[in-house]
């Protein structure tokens, strides 16, 4: 049985977006994304092309329990979901020992909205919230991959920059990924930009 969908209070607003709780309500949109191979191309670092609801409830529920799971709104519909997680990466963990870190992870599943800038405002909601509420030390973008550099240019819009380096073995859909970072105090400098 898959843990259940924790879900939380928080709604968030960009500009352009409502960042509301994901719920059980959202099955059938989260199933239709998680289906898409040109979704799960970038969104998955697996060489996965779809999922079933069971797999998705699964995934979904564990990270929901130590995560604000958000689903992304433009004018009332669904377009993206995003997370802001407590670390679960040791190598990070390890390398922080007393700082609280999280990681944000996300996706457009629409893909007409797709490079319109949208990644960035998402990013922007999730690092002030990260921050300014829970407290955090730092924020990372974690196994970026070099297929996909939207999103690394995402990130590195927001103040992000590569911490790390990781090559990946052969025969896989990467070559390398990379971890991105931000400090409270890059953020509170004035590394978050107007989205």
């Known amino acids: ?87 679960n990466l040791s190598r990070i963990i390890e390398a922080h020992p007393d700082s609280d870190c999280r990681r944000i992870d996300l996706s457009i599943g629409e893909k007409q909205y797709w490079n319109k800038g949208l990644g960035t405002e998402i990013i922007c909601a999730l690092v002030d919230f990260g921050f300014a509420e829970e407290k955090a030390d730092f924020i990372f973008a974690c196994d970026i991959a070099d297929y996909n550099p939207r999103s690394r240019a995402a990130f590195t819009k927001v103040g992000f920059h590569v911490v790390a380096h990781i090559p990946q073995p052969p025969g896989g859909k990467a070559r390398a990924i990379c971890d991105m970072r931000i400090a409270k105090t890059e953020w509170a400098a004035g590394a978050n930009p107007s989205p």
């Open 1 to 87: 049985m898959p843990p259940s969908l924790n879900t939380h209070p928080v709604h968030l607003h960009t500009p352009r977006l409502h960042l509301r709780p994901m719920t059980d309500a959202d099955w059938d949109t989260l199933l239709r994304w998680n289906q898409d191979p040109d979704v799960l191309y970038y969104a998955d670092g697996a060489d996965v092309t779809a999922y079933t609801l069971d797999q998705i409830k699964r995934i979904y529920g564990g990270i929901s329990q130590a995560a604000f799971c958000f689903i992304a709104e433009l004018d009332g519909q669904p377009i993206a979901e995003a997370w802001l997680q407590a670390m």
